[in-house]
Structures are given as C-alpha cells and as structure tokens.
C-alpha cells in the first residue's frame, strides 16, 4: 500500500517518494493515515477519532468512509 510510504511533515504535507506525489492535509487526515500505518481497521479508526474529537462516531464513520474511497481512487491502497 503506497499510504505506506507517505511522509507527514509539521505543515501536514504528505509526500510519497517512490511517485514524488505531495498532498497537502488536514489534520483529521493526518490522523486517519497515521492510524492506517499503525494497522487499525476502519472501525478502530472511527472510534478513535470520535473519542479524541468528542463527535458522534456515526458522523466520523460517514467521514472515514469518504477518506477511504478518495484514497483508493488515488491508488493509495
């Protein structure tokens, strides 16, 4: 999975070095790829950004789902 591979830097650029591709990010993004790389599933990512955020998980999940599908429209998994 390229989202492996991508580099998260402190003004939340995300650069993929085998591709040279930079994407710029939010936080929310920056913590969802940051949750991928550590092997967590959707689910556990939905819950862990509802806790940490204080927003309905029926609302993250609507969200996380949306980052999924635009990630693998880019070929990142």
């Known amino acids: 999975m390229l989202i492996n591979e991508i580099v998260i830097d402190d003004n939340n650029m995300g650069f993929i070095p085998s591709?040279?591709?930079?994407?710029?990010?939010?936080?929310?993004?920056?913590e969802i790829i940051n949750l991928i790389k550590e092997g967590k599933s959707k689910d556990e990512i939905v819950q862990t950004?509802?806790?940490?955020?204080?927003?309905?998980?029926?609302?993250?999940?609507?969200?996380?789902?949306?980052?999924?599908?635009?990630?693998?429209?880019?070929g990142l998994v």
């Open 19 to 30: 591709l040279g591709i930079s994407y710029q990010l939010n936080e929310t993004a920056k």
């Open 49 to 74: 950004i509802a806790k940490e955020s204080g927003v309905d998980w029926r609302e993250v999940h609507i969200d996380v789902e949306d980052f999924f599908q635009k990630i693998k429209i880019y």
